[in-house]
């Protein structure tokens, strides 16, 4: 018995686990430099109305590492989180974004999008994050209206006193919120009613089998009545084809971003896209 104890003691050094540790904290040390060598990115989507009239972006950050190219922030995001390398790397975000913005206001072509930003329960937890973010939109003299954060309903559940009373603070600012991936996680009615949101950000996993599956159609229909009688704007991400976009369309879906529009752009190639001549086509 001693022997099979003495075994399970030293499981933690099994291959299989010890290369899962090797693999996080080469990811980490990778992180680490990635910040200290500017390998961070961000790229913009396009988010659109029901007239195809574009009204704002999602800033989505990307990681390029000079060999290994992009590595895909599914897959770095949670050991970011783990880390805490989420904090400075959120930080940087957040600096890029509003200098983004200072230089889209100077542009009439641009000067009237909003940006969505992702911000992660733990850096939106942070004390100072209130601070932190009112001396950026100073310092960098941007309109705070056109700076909305996406915050998922795991963020704000966690901590719901203080993360409300964060939102609120900010939202006296005019800094809009946007409860991404809706639909998956647990918020209740009552919390959604209390909650300082401008908008719902439909999860695409919904939106993904729109046309052929019966049960996703009627909850992005109960999201958007939702949202709407909650005085909400909803948005679809994740719409690919132009089935999905009549639907929500059809259903009163307020605005629209995905691959049918565009895909997330680097900022020069988000710049090409929106001078392009309008066209009918989607
Ligand atoms: P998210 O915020 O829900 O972002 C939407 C994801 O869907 C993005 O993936 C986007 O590229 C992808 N997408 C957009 N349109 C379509 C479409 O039509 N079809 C499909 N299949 N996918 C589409 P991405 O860029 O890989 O980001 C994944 C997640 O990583 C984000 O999900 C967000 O949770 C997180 N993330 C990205 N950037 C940041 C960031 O700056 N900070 C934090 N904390 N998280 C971030
Ligand atoms: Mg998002
Ligand atoms: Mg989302
Ligand atoms: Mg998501």
Redesign the pocket.
């Known amino acids: 018995e001693a022997k099979t104890a003495g075994r399970n003691a030293v499981r933690f050094f099994d291959p299989a686990m010890q290369a899962i540790l090797v693999v996080r904290m080469l990811m980490e040390s990778n992180l680490r430099a990635a910040l200290a060598n500017n390998q961070f990115q961000?790229?913009y989507?396009v988010q659109v109305n029901a007239d195809g009239k574009l009204i704002g972006a999602?800033?989505?950050?990307?990681w390029k590492h000079p060999d290994r190219g992009f590595t895909?922030?599914?897959d770095f995001?949670p050991i970011?989180?783990e880390t805490g390398l989420?904090l400075p790397?959120?930080k940087w975000?957040l600096e890029t974004a509003c200098a983004q913005l200072k230089k889209w206001e100077a542009d009439p072509d641009t000067a009237e999008l909003t940006l969505a930003?992702?911000?992660?329960a733990k850096?939106f937890q942070q004390h100072d994050f209130v601070d932190t973010l009112c001396d950026m939109v100073s310092r960098h003299q941007i309109n705070p209206t056109r700076l909305k954060l996406?915050l998922?309903e795991s963020t704000i559940l966690d901590n719901v006193d203080a993360t409300t009373e964060k939102m609120h603070l900010l939202k006296k600012i005019g800094i809009a919120f946007s409860m991404?991936?809706f639909g998956t996680g647990y918020s209740s009615l009552a919390y959604l009613q209390r909650l300082p949101l401008n908008q719902l950000?439909i999860?695409?996993s919904f939106v993904?089998d729109l046309s052929e599956d019966e049960n996703n159609a009627t909850i992005v229909r109960a999201i958007i009545s939702l949202g709407v009688n909650l005085g909400l704007n909803v948005i679809a991400?994740?719409?690919?084809t132009k089935a999905q976009r009549a639907f929500l369309i059809a259903h009163n879906c307020y605005a629209f971003?995905?691959?049918?529009f565009s895909?997330?752009l680097p900022q020069e190639g988000f710049l090409a896209l929106i001078k392009e001549p309008a066209s009918n086509d989607t």
């Open positions: 961000l790229h989507q999602e800033a989505l950050l990307r895909s922030p599914a995001i970011a989180e989420i790397i959120g975000v930003v992702n911000v992660s850096q996406e998922t991404d991936d950000k999860d695409q993904r991400e994740g719409v690919e971003q995905g691959y049918l895909r997330p």
